[in-house]
């Protein structure tokens, strides 16, 4: 009997299934086979072991965030933008839990595709501060923190580290994220 083909795009898509259905903390090379119906040594043609299965999902997990978190903000401007963007970050992070998780493992160096995948997400935020009327330099800044405050609280929310009733903390914390990090001049900007 021939042995089965996998492509790197097959391999990327059934371990976010798994990563997604089982977890992203408890992936393993022979769940991934298992899901592709081949054995594990036929992943090693694609990555380099548990480590490097682990960095697909995430570059493609941060990538799938980043199109969701984009798409939201597309036919909104300002603060509408923003609430569109957070709004689909946490969906994105309670619909696809192993996904999330995986956005918060480590890149490599500052140059690899998920420090990339990284610094795009960040670039669709830093797109709408400069928008409202933030410079560069505090465009930069302000998409670093909400991003950072956003995903600290759904990291919170995706371990149960916080009660898992907080719409009303979130919307707090998106409120005074844009209060804190637009003057008020800028506030008019949604």
Avoid: C, W
């Avoid at 083909?5 to 898509?13: G, N, P």
């Amino acid at each position: 009997m021939p042995k089965k083909r996998v492509t790197l795009d097959a391999l990327t898509a059934a371990a976010i299934v798994v990563a997604d259905r089982e977890g992203f903390e408890t992936i393993t090379l022979n769940g991934v086979a298992a899901e592709l119906d081949v054995s594990a040594s036929t992943l090693y043609s694609h990555t380099e072991g548990l480590d490097g299965l682990k960095t697909l999902v995430a570059v493609a997990g941060t990538r799938n965030l980043t199109e969701a978190v984009r798409n939201s903000a597309v036919g909104t401007s300002g603060l509408n933008a923003l609430t569109a963007m957070a709004t689909a970050y946490r969906t994105f992070a309670l619909d696809h839990p192993g996904q999330f998780a995986s956005t918060l493992l480590r890149p490599r160096s500052d140059l690899d595709e998920l420090a990339t995948a990284n610094a795009t997400l960040i670039d669709v935020f830093v797109l709408v501060y400069r928008v409202i009327g933030l410079t560069d330099h505090d465009a930069r800044l302000a998409a670093r923190a909400m991003r950072s405050a956003i995903h600290g609280f759904l990291a919170l929310q995706h371990t149960r580290a916080s009660p898992s009733d907080n719409d009303a903390e979130y919307r707090y914390l998106l409120d005074a994220l844009q209060r804190g990090l637009l003057s008020p001049a800028n506030e008019s900007g949604g």
